[in-house]
């Protein structure tokens, strides 16, 4: 670029902003398309007052949810089970992280009771519980002596780095053995449009702890917000008063002190969603009547579905979280449907969607790849992390069975599947609800993940990766061949690495 045309470039004005609460900063940052002020001339006349008029004007009265967007807030949720976890998780816009089940080891006793269950259903609860945890246990220490005894140790290697990487591996292993009910902690920053998702979707649930969590979230960000300066501020103002220093400089110290809460306006309507709700209810009644008789067919773990007409996506696409059934198979049977068959079940997907309601995921559709995997719990967690592909979940169901890692049956460990059996049969013998906390993470569960090539590749680049859990490597080793039979030319572009066992096991 010429000199003479550098000089002419109007130099930008770049700043980092902290210490405006995150509604008081959704406020400045919104008010640019409503005014000249720059963003430290927004922030210093605004008050909380002022903060609140507006939002309640632009955000409440016209709908304009985008203000939301520019909101984040950090929050920590503990003591929650991994059913509700992946709950908590399952949205499209979510940035957190939770407690690893492959680095950590979990105790016995951390697990969820469900609401309700006493007497000698809980008796039956924690029996099956304490056996699989008991398992869980067992399984880790016989599989890291296991591989402690077969794995020679690199000579760059401490013995402290060797024996923490096989505990990781013997983790790999056992966790297969933990139950949903599993307490476990995660952290979520969020804005709070994706709160505001997030506690209407919880609080629609029929599950009650996560109604229960949408309702905590939704206190949690409308009262004061846990702050580590506190007790040094509280410090700094009893020295203050003590010193008998001027009533306006102890008042402008008690201003930067006092609490906050970080989004009291932005969150304080949401309820659970009628449409939601009713529609879930109104599908689940169809899938009875036109799925009757339908057993689901034998299908690979994962099955790229080619691809298909909008509206029998969209119609198959409503069916699937509420039956048991493979997407293809869905699509044969929608396929089968006259066009008033079809049209009844795209009205039941949108007759209750109010003013404000946005459309279900299940209407996300046209993407150019839709994998329809089955895979044990563990490895679907890990990517249900992959938030730029379309997710559509079926119910948590004993019916597909589990899967067993071939470690321990090399290893012979003989308590993995009685603790799996015990589960089941003391599942069966609960209230509904209750039983699906029981489920260990070896139990499978379908997935309809929908996506665009680039997600596609860098699923199965990521997740083929050595050091990645053995199970959600073969699942995109096996997506990768799906791409490869379906669209050999461009699936020759993505970089699967190749499982070796043996040699990937010290590779994290």
């Given amino acids: 670029m010429p000199a003479a045309e550098i000089s002419a470039l109007t130099p930008a004005q770049v700043y980092a902003i902290w210490g405006a609460e995150p509604e008081i900063n959704a406020y400045a940052m ?66 957190g992280q939770e407690r690893s089940t492959r680095y950590q080891q979990f105790r016995p006793g951390d697990w969820q009771i469900p609401p309700g269950l006493t007497g000698s259903a809980l008796a039956i609860y924690e029996q099956a519980a304490s056996t699989l945890f008991s398992a869980y246990e067992t399984t880790t220490a016989e599989i890291y002596d296991y591989l402690n005894a077969r794995q020679t140790r690199p000579l760059d290697w401490s013995q402290e780095r060797f024996e923490r990487t096989l505990r ?40 009650q702890e996560f109604r229960s969590l949408g309702r905590q979230l939704r206190q949690a960000a409308c009262e004061a917000a846990w702050d580590p300066r506190q007790p040094h501020w509280q410090r700094i103002l009893g020295a203050m008063r003590e010193a008998r220093l001027p009533a306006e400089v102890i008042k402008a110290a008690e201003n930067l002190a006092r609490p906050i809460a970080t989004a009291p306006t932005l969150v304080k309507y949401t309820d659970p969603s009628p449409y939601q709700i009713e529609t879930r209810h109104e599908l689940r009644e169809l899938a009875v009547v036109i799925l009757k008789g339908q057993s689901p067919r034998p299908v690979p773990r994962v099955t790229l579905v080619p691809g298909h007409h909008l509206e029998l996506e969209l119609a198959s696409s409503l069916l699937y979280p509420v039956c048991d059934l493979p997407y293809q198979q869905l699509l044969d049977i929608v396929g089968g449907m006259s066009a008033p068959q079809r049209r009844e079940i795209l009205d039941c997907g949108q007759r209750h969607r109010g003013r404000h309601d946005e459309w279900g995921r299940e209407w996300r559709a046209g993407y150019g790849f839709a994998f329809d995997i089955l895979q044990d719990v563990g490895s679907f967690r890990d990517l249900h992390r992959h938030r730029r592909c379309v997710q559509l979940h079926q119910q948590y169901t004993w019916f597909h069975g589990h899967d067993t890692p071939e470690l321990c049956r090399q290893a012979q460990v003989s308590c993995y599947q009685p603790a799996i059996a015990a589960a089941h049969e003391a599942a069966s013998q609960l209230p509904p609800g209750a039983g699906e906390y029981l489920m260990p993470l070896a139990q499978r569960k379908r997935t309809l993940f929908k996506m665009d090539a680039a997600e596609a590749a860098y699923i199965i680049e990521l997740r083929s990766a050595p050091g990645g859990h053995f199970a959600y490597r073969e699942v995109a080793q096996e997506m990768h061949q799906e791409l490869s039979r379906q669209h050999p030319g461009w699936a020759d572009y993505v970089r699967v690495s190749p499982m070796d066992r043996e040699n990937d096991l010290l590779r994290r």
């Fill in 168 to 207: 990781a591996r013997a983790f790999d292993h056992s966790r297969y053995l933990l139950p949903l009910a599993t307490l476990t902690s995660l952290g979520q920053i969020v804005s709070a449009r994706t709160l505001e998702s997030q506690i209407s979707r919880l609080m629609s649930s029929p599950w």
């Fill in 30 to 95: 919104a008010k640019y398309s409503r005014s000249a002020l720059s963003m430290t001339e927004s922030l210093r006349e605004i008050d909380e007052q002022k903060a609140e008029k507006f939002l309640n004007t632009f955000y409440f009265q016209y709908g304009h949810r985008s203000i939301a967007d520019l909101a984040h807030i950090s929050f920590a949720i503990e003591k929650l089970s991994l059913l509700a976890a992946i709950e908590v998780c399952d949205e499209t816009r979510w940035d």
